[in-house]
């Protein structure tokens, strides 16, 4: 009828009509997300603008691959000696393990498509690694440099190569096209926490017997 009030809008429209303000920067966030990581993809293939410097930074991304590290740790820990470098060792081996786990896990949930301008050409893959968030390598490389710095003693010209490492692995990431800002930052950030869950649960003769029974 002519005189009849309209009726309301049902609340989802009503939100796609007032959308929040957290709601639309969150949205401005993600553009710039993709707009800028796809700028600094220059490695992401040969015809790319850095695309002559891309096997070099196919080079770090294995410096930066799980397997590479368990295999390097597991032998060492076959090899060592010495009690202290056995523990060292295996709490690294533990590290390595649960940051292999927890990034699965959260790339299993979230489910983020990688960078539409990568290339599935990388290093022994599994299913979750058709994910981009988190970037594994990220994560891998604030675990490992703040464990090294933790428990080797280094000379600082080497401590400060440690830690660009963990930088320039992480750039890669993006220059490669593997993986999204925020995919990296948020590795990052994970990796940094995990070094915390390893500290508190770090394996000693004491707390685990068992484990050092094997070696």
């Known amino acids: 009828p002519a005189g009849a009030a309209a009726a309301p809008l049902p609340d989802e429209d009503c939100m796609k009509l007032n959308p929040s303000f957290v709601g639309i920067a969150l949205s401005s966030l993600l553009a710039i997300d993709l707009w800028a990581s796809k700028r600094l993809g220059v490695c992401a293939g040969e015809g790319s603008a850095w695309g002559s410097a891309r096997p070099l930074m196919k080079v770090i991304e294995v410096s930066g691959h799980g397997i590479p590290w368990l295999l390097g740790t597991f032998y060492g820990l076959c090899q060592s000696d010495s009690s202290a470098a056995r523990e060292v060792l295996l709490n690294l081996l533990f590290a390595l393990l649960l940051d292999l786990v927890m990034v699965a896990v959260v790339k299993g949930l979230v489910k983020r498509p990688r ?90 003769p004491a707390t685990a017997p068992a484990l050092f029974a094997l070696w």
């Open 115 to 204: 960078p539409t301008h990568n290339k599935m050409d990388m290093f022994v893959t599994i299913s979750v690694d058709k994910y981009s968030f988190p970037s594994g390598h990220a994560t891998r490389a604030a675990l490992v440099c703040r464990f090294v710095l933790r428990h080797l003693v280094l000379a600082i010209p080497l401590r400060v190569l440690v830690v660009l490492w963990a930088l320039i692995v992480s750039i890669s990431r993006v220059m490669l096209g593997r993986h999204n800002m925020t995919d990296v930052l948020f590795g990052l950030l994970l990796g940094y926490a995990l070094y915390g869950v390893v500290e508190h649960c770090w394996l000693s």
